[in-house]
């Protein structure tokens, strides 16, 4: 498992991954730039500053699966017509 240095917050943390040192950067970057977001939006105190990213996040995350059930509903119901028009073709 590979350890990666970032810093938020101001603070140097090491994380611990079997993601790639990209990946890692990539999800640390998300994370200041939410952070960054509420700081601009609502100035106040970090430990609220950081319970309101972890609400954005998990808000983004839970419309993307939500997007994602609609998407698989979608390919599903898809993909029974194309079989339905393939079988009344043959």
């Known amino acids: 498992m590979n350890a990666t240095k970032v810093t938020i917050l101001g603070r ?20 200041k730039q939410k952070i960054e977001t509420v700081q601009k939006s609502y100035p106040m105190d970090l430990i609220p ?15 993307l699966c939500k997007e ?3 998407l698989i509903k979608k390919v599903e119901g898809l993909s029974i017509y194309l079989s339905e028009v393939i079988d009344s073709r043959t």
């Open 68 to 70: 994602r059930e609609s």
């Open 12 to 31: 140097e943390l090491s994380l611990k991954s079997e993601a790639g040192e990209e990946y890692v950067n990539q999800v640390a970057e998300y994370v």
């Open 49 to 63: 500053t950081v319970i309101l990213t972890a609400l954005n996040v998990a808000d983004d995350y839970l419309q």
